[in-house]
């Protein structure tokens, strides 16, 4: 008896937490090693899959230990700013396993899972040596998968990446030999489920990537370990290189929660359009008051070369180029100007050092007049060096936020610039915009300064970028991958678009792949509470009634309804701002004809105006018409043409 009841003692126990509906659960077993499984409406999406985190010191979490479990359920929701909604409903079932020196969380809610490790009652510095994460899918589903575009001989060189990957569809199976893959990942599962993989609440811990080495189902997780001898060097001395690393992948204080893990379930493709789940996980901001971010639209200079013509000046990089481009702004209500690369002294990564040719605090002045914000251009290594003095000194020479770029890495130390950046740069109430980066992970709820991210095969690539770049059918593959994480720095808005068979690169002159009203639905389609206008004022002089619309789009809102869509074939969502609802619609390189139930909006024999590709657009992709319509028993029947889009607006 005493043998058979030890027997019992050592075996496995299973705990299950569901989804307030009861569609998701998560069973978690902790035997010799915990794993998890995941089934939605019985329908299994991950099976057995261990987790688990190695100490410097031997200890592990995740092993053979006795946990005492909790469990609460919690529904609330929360009022937000610069998002895709104005407000956020939290609802979840939870279960903890605590055991002594830590404990594993698991996050049921009706839209995927989560779970985290949590340090605690440990003494002196916690030191992670390796993390286990497994995700063992139980058949060999197709996958959107995002590759880091870097040399795959090894994976420290695909730990230097500017994250602006395109997609590859294939079986888990058919991974490509030695390559990582950054998140998120998006699963096409039975019975039409999607699965994004992703995190959150990544603050103080490397990112992590996505392997699969073993031509299995599969996929595990990789992390750049700690960097040891770091030198300046890369895009214009701009950029910290990595020599040497540690052979651990992060350390920190005794007590530490790990960041999120988490699957995003659609049953449909449409929710992962909408899907509020990254910000949900992200970390709250600290109290106080953020009413002073202010999102908007921003005049971009760099993408058009700071081409303007008609003009008694010669454009460029001074005063005179960039008070055109305040006017053009102030003329729109467009609320900011960014002064891209170029403002700074060349190869000298010193922010403190001004061209000649821009009298910067004399165009501070010129746009406080117009009522326009100014935000400058930063080299990480450039800001890097003294944040704090560069943050005080543009802060008080009226400078409202940065765009911090080249930062090309996801280690510990560089995921802790991100917060230190956004603390420092809310200190002195400056916005923040993150390129060169990873997808965001949580921060734009904890620091509400950070309005966005690249992270993203935007549309800068349309300057170099190959004709066998199909930029076409990626838009309409991020809504269901990238933008699941959050907000992108896209930068969209050309005036010279192309169809497939005219499209060709143009560094000084760029176009667009698709129709203008794909262009134009991009605003509607793409999250981004800073959103720039990517081409010259000249351009958009010529095209008044394109650039009014585009003008006017808000960039928060206060409800965002995906109404259809099939991932890298075409999307339609729904935006509503006050009274005024915005709906876009995007396609792939195939003509459609589109009917769009708007019985979700409660919208019903409602007047509007529509922009839709023209008669001719899959010849002059920048054929379009602007139409005064009307909407009947709640459907918007739409042609799109080959790489074509729609906008309807109602009020």
């Not at 901001?285 to 908007?296: F, I, Q, R």
Request: net charge negative.
């Amino acid at each position: 008896m005493l043998f058979l009841s030890l027997g019992l003692l050592l075996q496995a126990k299973d705990y299950v937490v569901t989804s307030p509906d009861g569609s998701v659960t998560v069973t978690v077993s902790d035997g010799d090693a915990v794993s998890y499984w995941v089934d939605c409406n019985g329908i299994v999406l991950l099976e057995p899959s261990f987790i688990s985190m190695t100490l410097q010191d031997g200890t592990v979490f995740g092993g053979k230990d006795k946990f005492r479990v909790t469990r609460r359920t919690v529904d609330e929701s929360f009022d937000v700013q610069n998002f895709k909604r104005a407000r956020v409903r939290d609802h979840f079932n939870e279960l903890t396993l605590s055991a002594k020196r830590y404990d594993i969380i698991f996050r049921a809610y009706d839209d995927g899972i989560a779970y985290r490790f949590v340090a605690k009652g440990r003494k002196g510095e916690t030191v992670v040596v390796a993390e286990q994460a497994e995700f063992a899918f139980p058949e060999d589903w197709n996958l959107y998968v995002p590759y880091v575009a870097r040399d795959n001989s090894s994976f420290e060189p695909q730990f230097f990446s500017s994250f602006e990957s395109t997609y590859s569809h294939h079986p888990l199976s058919k991974w490509e030999k030695g390559r990582l893959a950054i998140l998120p990942l998006t699963v096409e599962a039975a019975g039409g489920i999607k699965v994004c993989v992703t995190e959150s609440d990544l603050l103080d811990y490397p990112g992590m990537y996505l392997y699969n080495g073993n031509g299995s189902t599969t996929l595990t997780g990789v992390y750049a370990p700690y960097p040891d001898k770091v030198e300046q060097g890369g895009h214009n001395m701009l950029q910290g290189l990595v020599r040497t690393r540690k052979d651990y992948i992060a350390k920190g204080p005794a007590s530490w929660a790990f960041p999120w893990r988490t699957l995003i379930i659609a049953r449909e493709d449409k929710q992962l359009a909408e899907s509020d789940m990254t910000w949900r996980l992200g970390r709250p901001a600290a109290a106080g008051d953020w009413s002073w971010v202010k999102p908007g639209k921003v005049a971009w200079d760099w993408w058009n070369d700071w081409n303007l013509y008609g003009v008694d000046f010669e454009a460029g990089i001074n005063t005179e180029t960039y008070k055109y481009y305040i006017d053009f702004a102030s003329a729109h209500g467009i609320e900011y100007v960014i002064l891209d690369e170029g403002w700074a002294v060349n190869l000298q990564a010193d922010l403190m050092q001004v061209v000649p040719e821009i009298d910067l605090p004399a165009l501070c002045r010129y746009a406080e007049q117009k009522n326009v914000g100014l935000i400058l251009w930063a080299g990480y290594w450039a800001f890097n060096r003294d944040m704090e003095g560069v943050c005080r000194h543009y802060s008080q020479m009226g400078i409202k936020g940065w765009k911090i770029d080249f930062m090309d890495r996801d280690d510990q130390p560089m995921v802790q610039f991100y917060e230190k950046a956004a603390a420092t740069a809310a200190k002195y109430r400056m916005l923040c915009d993150f390129h060169g980066a990873f997808k965001p992970a949580g921060i734009q709820r904890t620091y509400p300064n950070v309005l966005n991210f690249e992270g993203i095969h935007g549309l800068e690539n349309m300057k170099w970028s190959t004709s066998a770049v199909d930029q076409v059918t990626y838009d309409v593959t991020v809504p269901f991958t990238r933008y699941v994480a959050g907000p992108a720095d896209y930068t969209q808005g050309a005036m010279h678009n192309a169809t497939r068979r005219n499209y060709y690169p143009s560094n000084s002159e760029p176009m667009s792949q698709g129709t203008r009203c794909h262009q134009l639905a991009e605003y509607l389609i793409f999250d981004a509470p800073l959103t720039m206008l990517c081409d010259s004022p000249s351009n958009y002089m010529q095209e008044p009634e394109c650039t009014d619309f585009i003008a006017s789009i808000p960039t928060e809102w206060d409800e965002t309804v995906a109404l259809d869509g099939k991932i890298a074939e075409y999307v339609v969502i729904a935006r509503r701002s006050g009274s005024t609802w915005y709906i876009g619609a995007l396609g792939n390189w195939d003509a459609r004809d589109l009917t769009v139930d708007l019985s979700p909006l409660g919208i019903q024999h409602v007047e509007g105006e529509a922009f839709v590709d023209g008669a001719n657009a899959h010849r002059a992709a920048r054929d379009y018409r602007k139409v005064e319509t009307s909407v009947h028993g709640a459907v918007w029947k739409v042609h799109l043409a080959p790489g074509g889009g729609a906008v309807l607006v109602l009020k």
